[in-house]
């Protein structure tokens, strides 16, 4: 059975990015990393922490006396979770109007529109077969 698309809540996203730069890391020093960001307390990263490791989106090992926190996701598994959410809640599931909105919010290179043109029509050879 497929793993569930991911979802991450804002804060889960402080956490995760800051886990990836960083890691292994503990949640004192992760505490200390977000503090002028975020203004948590120690107890709040590490309630968050220990969520995020029952959601299976931080993996925790003890060594001595200290909880060493790794990433159990990649940032690619996060970002089409996040896309993938978008695409259910904010466009009910079509695509076409999602990639239209990116299109017009962003000012789109030259090289990205033939990345994207060379994408499509990558795709377009593999529905042939």
Not at 52 to 66: P, S
Not at 79 to 102: D, I, S, W
């Amino acid at each position: 059975m497929p793993k569930p698309e991911i979802e991450l809540t804002e804060s889960e996203w402080q956490i995760i990015k800051a886990v990836w730069d960083s890691e292994p890391c503990t949640a004192p020093a992760l505490q200390e990393k977000l503090f002028k960001q975020t203004r948590w307390t120690y107890s709040t990263v590490r309630t968050l922490m220990d969520r995020m490791v029952g959601k299976e989106l931080l993996a925790a090992e003890k060594v001595r006396h200290q909880t060493l926190y790794r990433s159990a996701v990649t940032p690619q598994q996060a970002q089409r979770g996040e896309l993938l959410y978008a695409l259910k809640h904010a466009f009910n599931g079509a695509l076409t109007p999602m990639v239209q909105c990116l299109l017009e919010s962003k000012d789109v290179s030259a090289g990205e529109l033939a990345e994207l043109e060379a994408l499509l029509k990558s795709r377009k050879r593999g529905a042939k077969k």
